[in-house]
């Protein structure tokens, strides 16, 4: 079992930055694929970002490269997104999530085995 929970959202303007953190328990989190998601209001849950359990392979949304960062520290069971230049688009919840089974950006849904419970990230004009 692995429990996941997001910090670092906020209220950032245009052009600023945000580090986002996910913290996981149990002894098993370097088993898993990493994921970011995010939703906006009256928007479908879309992939952010993704880390190998290794660490060595990332993935990115279109919307994001260059701008995003995914990183994770498997001795502190922790995944981080370093959000850069961010715009109002960008303004969702964003969620962590695991999968074991999956890595990449178009995993299906059943695939991921824990989510977090999001956190707010809101970008001002």
């Known amino acids: 079992q692995v429990q996941l929970v997001e910090s670092g959202g906020g209220l950032v303007q245009a052009g600023g930055s945000l580090r986002l953190s996910c913290a996981a328990s149990?002894?098993?989190?370097?088993?898993?694929?990493m994921n970011w998601f995010r939703q906006a209001p009256g928007n479908e849950r879309e992939i952010v970002a993704v880390?190998?359990?290794?660490?060595?392979?990332?993935y990115y949304a279109d919307s994001v490269k260059g701008r995003f960062t995914i990183s994770r520290d498997n001795a502190k069971n922790t995944v981080n997104l370093q959000m850069n230049s961010l715009k109002p688009e960008d303004t969702a919840v964003y969620y962590c999530?695991?999968?074991?089974?999956?890595?990449?950006?178009?995993?299906?849904?059943?695939?991921?085995?824990?989510w977090g419970q999001g956190t707010q990230v809101t970008v001002s004009s």
């Open positions: 880390i190998s359990s290794g660490g060595g392979s990332t």
């Open positions: 149990g002894s098993t989190f370097s088993r898993y694929n």
């Open positions: 999530a695991a999968s074991m089974r999956c890595l990449g950006t178009r995993c299906p849904k059943e695939l991921y085995d824990y």
